[in-house]
């Protein structure tokens, strides 16, 4: 079958087009055929080395899958041959069949198309992850979401809107800032100056602080929560993780709380289910949708990875397995 694998840790360049052997269904294990795979930001580190989880090189990359139930391995229940889905896991997504484990292979509404399907298992798992189990946000909440318009930022709104908070979307651009409007985003802000603005807003400040940015941006973040509020960690994509003086969480009686959403998953395989019963009604509902900024033939991964690292996203990135890339978010099913 056809796979894009990493060579060299070397970066984006250092992906190539292979002919590998197709997996086998092992037991407990689902064959996927896929049809899209999303692109993320850790696979980006990965290319690099710089990533927490580096397998033995030579790999085929990719973590989250779209496509149909190819064949199932002994002892799955609860799935069927032809089912449409979306899985996640740890290596094999750039390819034309990805073996995925049992408990984290998820069924797909019907009027959720396959491309649109790539862009969620990561970003919106996270997102719930981090707004309803880490920061416990309750409807009415207020929620200051930085890099908003990229593709956790725009999980992050999506699924914050759809448990009926209130978002502030921060972002570094006029095209950034109207896309998230068209999300939804109650309030935008620059990123340049955002304290200022967001404490015109919120006066008190607000619930909840989702960070997948950290760098420079961390201590404001904290000086804009009010009374009890929590600051989630989620990620460095500024390339600097940031250190807190503890006496201001004193001080203000606020929390920061880590999002770790891969690590709270280790011996805990059945959360991935709970996760997905929480946000089913949302995605049936339509009300996430994840937002796509293209989508590129497999053969243009490594393409992909660099659009990533050129911060120049709005949504996501979608690799179109067996096609040319010319379907989009709502024909590609």
Request: proline content about 5%; charged content about 15%; hydrophobic content about 45%.
């Amino acid at each position: 079958m056809k796979a894009v694998q990493l060579s060299a840790t070397d970066g984006p360049s250092s992906l190539a087009l292979a002919d590998v052997e197709t997996p086998t269904a092992a037991p407990g294990m689902v064959l996927v055929d896929v049809a899209y795979a999303g692109v993320t930001f850790p696979e980006l580190l990965q290319s690099r080395g710089q990533y927490q989880m580096q397998p033995p090189l030579p790999y085929t990359m990719g973590s989250e899958v779209a496509g149909t139930v190819r064949e199932l391995g002994a002892d799955v229940t609860g799935l069927s041959v032809g089912d449409r889905v979306v899985g996640v896991a740890g290596t094999g997504a750039y390819a034309e069949v990805m073996a995925v484990p049992a408990a984290s292979v998820l069924p797909l509404p019907e009027s959720v198309s396959l491309a649109a399907g790539a862009g969620m298992p990561m970003n919106l798992l996270t997102a719930d992850f981090a707004l309803r189990v880490r920061g416990r946000l309750e409807k009415g909440q207020s929620v200051l979401i930085h890099g908003a318009a990229g593709g956790l930022g725009s999980a992050l709104v999506q699924v914050a809107l759809a448990y009926g908070a209130e978002v502030v979307a921060v972002v570094s651009t006029q095209e950034k800032a109207d896309m998230v409007a068209d999300l939804g985003a109650q309030h935008v802000v620059f990123a340049d100056g955002f304290k200022t603005e967001v404490k015109e807003i919120y006066p008190r400040g607000v619930d909840l602080v989702a960070d997948p940015v950290g760098g420079d941006r961390f201590t404001d973040s904290l000086r804009c929560l009010t009374t009890f509020g929590t600051l989630l960690v989620r990620g460095f994509t500024a390339g600097q993780i940031p250190e807190v003086k503890v006496n201001r969480l004193l001080l203000g009686n606020i929390s920061v709380a880590g999002v770790g959403w891969g690590a709270a998953l280790a011996g805990r395989p059945e959360m991935l289910a709970q996760q997905w019963e929480s946000l089913w009604p949302h995605l049936s509902a339509g009300e996430l949708d994840p937002a796509i900024h293209t989508i590129l033939p497999l053969h243009r991964a490594g393409e992909a990875l660099e659009l990533i690292d050129s911060r120049s996203v709005r949504g996501k990135v979608v690799l179109d397995v067996n096609g040319d890339g010319s379907a989009t978010a709502a024909t590609g099913t």
